[in-house]
């Protein structure tokens, strides 16, 4: 069975971290792109981050120096660390594979004071 497990959310301060982890059961991560997108409550879901099977990295601008999207393949996972956080990276994040219509149910972040 195909699940997605994201985990790591919470509620940060402004200038606060937290690491997203995303863990993949049912079939192998490393043979997939993956993205990280965040849906903030009331909006459309946004492409934040990206990592290719061979570790090449992207970012939305609006992210790029704060965000770090990384893969360990040996424990089918990907990660998000982000850092700087603003009030308005608050959101539900979620993880994808490239060509696959797998989604998990996504992490709450939320930075306020």
């Known amino acids: 069975q195909v699940q997605l497990v994201e985990s790591g959310g919470g509620l940060v301060q402004p200038g606060g971290s937290l690491r997203l982890s995303c863990t993949a059961s049912?079939?192998?991560?490393?043979?997939?792109?993956m993205n990280w997108y965040r849906q903030p409550r009331g909006n459309e879901r946004e492409l934040v981050a990206h990592?290719?099977?061979?570790?090449?990295?992207d970012y939305v601008q609006s992210v790029k120096g704060r965000f770090t999207i990384s893969r360990d393949n040996a424990k089918n996972t990907v990660y998000l660390q982000m850092n700087s956080l603003k009030p308005e990276d608050t959101a539900v994040y979620f993880c994808?594979?490239?060509?696959?219509?797998?989604w998990g149910q996504g992490t709450q972040v939320t930075v306020s004071s």
């Open positions: 994808k594979p490239i060509g696959r219509p797998y």
């Open positions: 049912g079939f192998a991560l490393s043979a997939y792109d």
């Open positions: 990592i290719t099977e061979g570790g090449r990295t």
